[in-house]
């Protein structure tokens, strides 16, 4: 008989989405490394390569993956906030490389605006966020 070992249920409410342009990967993945046991409270949703690597770094985090951000995932995640299933964007952006997909980083950062989901773009503006949320300004649910 095999021993049934219990798992902790996926969390659920709205999502933090994790977003990160390539040379701004590690320092997402250092941030959330510093935020594990608020992070793990919430559902976590990212673009494909991102959440890959944040998924490597931390296996105990559950992260939904959407298509890499240039194949779509930026729109999908944007179709999420449209859904009101994203409580906070953490998009950290490379200002300084040109991106093939440009249209789609700014579509995401304007319909977060759009539907005033709080979106951080940088670890101390992502911090913020983290705070105003275990403080309760942002609505979890
Ligand atoms: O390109 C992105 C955001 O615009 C991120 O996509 P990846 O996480 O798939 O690299």
Redesign the pocket.
């Known amino acids: 008989m095999s021993q049934s070992v219990s798992q902790p249920a996926p969390p659920h409410g709205r999502a933090i989405a994790l977003?990160?342009?390539?040379l701004k990967k590690p320092a997402l993945v250092a941030w959330c490394g510093r935020h594990l046991d608020q992070l793990r409270r919430f559902p976590l949703i990212?673009?494909?390569?991102?959440g890959g690597r944040i998924q490597d770094a931390f296996p105990e985090l559950q992260i939904e993956r959407m298509k890499?951000?240039?194949q779509g995932?930026?729109q999908q995640i944007g179709a999420r906030i449209v859904e009101g299933r994203v409580m906070a964007l953490i998009f950290f952006v490379d200002p300084l490389t040109p991106?093939p997909?440009d249209v789609?980083?700014k579509a995401l950062t304007r319909i977060a605006t759009v539907y005033d989901i709080p979106c951080a773009q940088s670890s101390v503006t992502a911090d913020c966020i983290l705070y105003a949320i275990r403080d309760g300004h942002i609505a979890v649910g």
């Open positions: 977003v990160a342009h390539d990212a673009t494909g390569t991102t890499s951000g240039p995932g930026d991106m997909h789609d980083v």
